[in-house]
């Protein structure tokens, strides 16, 4: 391809070394993350331009029989390449720098060439063949780097252990996703048949895999995070790779998970802390999901003991959100109006104005009478919160988030003979005139002043009846976000998991409570659910809960590459989880994931960030279910009765 390899005189400009020999793209691109050239000025240095883009292009070099050494390199310089075109066999002299944003340490340096000259051009109309991937090369499920190497892989605590390009060692990309991705670091490549894993971003980059083995493939065309059947560490879904914008400045597709794209054709580089491919032109949509989120099929039993729990997090509902009459909606049509609503994320009644206010009557009760308008006022639902201290919880400032109840009162009801708690107060496990374990405030937020929720929501537990007297109890949880978190594809390995610390002490102080109400009733039922802002496969953040509760999804049995109720980047995650302790789990159950927001057709299609889910449990120590039980078909909503433990992902 290249036929000119001279011999070049050794000069020196300003003191920088200059390479005597003519030096390849691969060698100065080397078999680790930062070049062996770094800082030095190489002369000579031949290739194909493949692309131009207004800050300089990418050359291609002869291949390398070594994997590890990518035969393209970034030319940078707005006016160094005026004059060249795409496929022109030039060479160049220039400067080997590893360029890396000043105001993103954390992002992998991206090798280039800079201070460009002497460019002479040797022939035009010349053809780099891209390398097609999942054929001449295909991205490694598994980690991202040797150095995600804990027991839960690249979501491990503790975070930041090493730094990657410090270690600098040699690439493996037959194992490690990071290493794969460097290794064709400005290479022209191909993703063929590629398909989105999630929304466009807010730069319009779209995550993708194409037509190679992925791992947590969904029903949908999602990716998801998830505990592998072998065992070990969850996926990082290395395969998948972003999007950029096209360097013909055509636009990509608006697209959204599932939906299938035309060959795409580009470069690969490194921008924003993770890899991409920067597209020739826009790819075409091929093919589009055809199926559509459908209402949960769970329905409340006739049974006093069979229940459905709703948990939504209805993102910032005000008392004038636009949204509140579509969750209402989402309340009665998709949720199928459940015994009780875990719901977080609401706002107090001057929604985002900060001053002061902290109640939240004015929203939750218009949430209420939509949601008894939609039903045509058969879902009546009382509601129950615990005012938080003004700007105490984080959040929007002003907004005063919180979590909320809502219950159906024909079905159940608060245990009576407590007061409700404040925002400082800690309600306790208590036993009352009868010998019966209540709470001492209930509803009551969980040891609101312990440190570990510092500028986060406290959770709040209740004690429930239903109508035949038997107790059980909840707790909704709002835990703390992953803000401050580094980019996966980021330096720091493994990567920064932001407030993982902060929600580990949140769940052990919710584990503590747990643990005393057992301790005076072994037997409890017992639901925790919420936005808990972590997945289960961190499972050092968890830990608290091993012993004491089960999640729904392993009580129901619902295959691990359909738990999700997020999605964020490439992967398809469930942050929000339903557990349940030892007694409720030894009477089974079923869980659904209502896909109405992840399958939406746009972000701003969505009504929340998040899918609710509705799970169906049985609360009495009886566990009589034949006439008038959960397999009995004649519901209190007149509704044929779901089957007992069915298993549905929607």
Known sequence: MLSARVLCSALSLAGAPIATWAISVTEIQGNSFRSPYEGQTVNDVYGILTAKDKYGGWISDVPSSDPRESNGIRIYGPHALRGVSVGDDISLTGRVAEYRAANNPNDLSLTELDLIRDIIVFSHDNHVAPVLLGEDRTPPKGQPSAYDDGPDGWLSVPNNVTRLEEENEVLRPDLYGLDFWESLEGQLVTVPSPVAANFPDWFGAVWVYGAWPVAGLNSRGGLTVHFPESGGAPDAHSGAILIGRPLDDTKLPRAYMGMEMSDITGVVTYQFGNYYVLPLTAPDIVSTPDEWPSPTTLLSGSSPCSLTIGDYNVENMGPRSWHLPTIADHIVSYLNAPDIVFLQEIQDDSGTKNDGTVSADKTLSRLTAAIARVSLYEAQYEYAYVAPEDNMDGGQPGGNIRVAYLWRPAKVSLVSGSPAGNATE?????????????????????????????????????AWQTNNGERFYTVNV?????????????????PVNGKSEQRTAQVNVTATFISSLLDLDPTAHIIVGGDMNEFLQTRSVFAPFVGLLTDMNEVAGVPPSERYTYVYEQHAQEIDHILVSDAVKAKGGAVEHVHINTWATSKGAQTSDHDPTVAKVWVCASEDREVGSAHDSDSDQGIVQAPWNQIIVL
């Open 426 to 462: 800690a309600t306790e496990p208590v036993l009352d005139e009868q010998g019966k374990v209540t709470l001492s405030f209930n509803p009551g937020r969980i040891d609101p002043i312990n440190t570990a929720w510092e500028e986060a929501r406290k959770p709040v537990a209740a």
């Open 478 to 494: 709002h835990y703390s976000s992953k803000r401050d978190s580094s980019s996966a594809q980021g330096d720091a390995r493994p």
